[in-house]
């Protein structure tokens, strides 16, 4: 079982930024590809970013391309979501999640593979 706690969500206005983290409770995340989703109010869960447990391969969605970043530090026990130039559009309750079973290199971007869900944290942007 593992355990995810997110932290880093808030208040910002728009055009601001925030740096989201990912940690697993008692273990490294070193084998798990993860992912950052969102769901907004009225909304689907919808994936925002991957990236592969290798930390060498992501992928992002179309609506957050070249604003934000996701990354995993060296002993793969954390994973951060960088978000910049946010807009009221990206407000949500943000999750990381980590999928077992991915290869290497593999970004995975499908909500159904990934088996353990933090229990998310806010982000509000106001314009």
């Known amino acids: 079982q593992v355990q995810l706690v997110e932290s880093g969500g808030g208040s910002v206005q728009a055009g601001g930024s925030l740096r989201l983290s990912c940690a697993a409770s008692?273990?490294?995340?070193?084998?798990?590809?993860m992912g950052w989703f969102r769901q907004a109010p009225g909304k689907g869960r919808e994936f925002v970013a991957g990236i592969s447990w290798s930390g060498s391969n992501t992928f992002y969605a179309d609506s957050v391309k070249g604003r934000f970043t996701i990354s995993r530090d060296n002993a793969k026990i954390t994973v951060y979501l960088q978000m910049n130039s946010l807009s009221p559009e990206d407000t949500a309750v943000y999750y990381c999640a980590a999928s077992s079973g991915a290869g290497y290199q593999e970004v995975v971007v499908t909500t159904t593979r990934y088996v353990y869900w933090g229990q998310g944290t806010q982000v509000t942007v106001s314009s």
């Open positions: 008692g273990r490294t995340l070193a084998y798990y590809a």
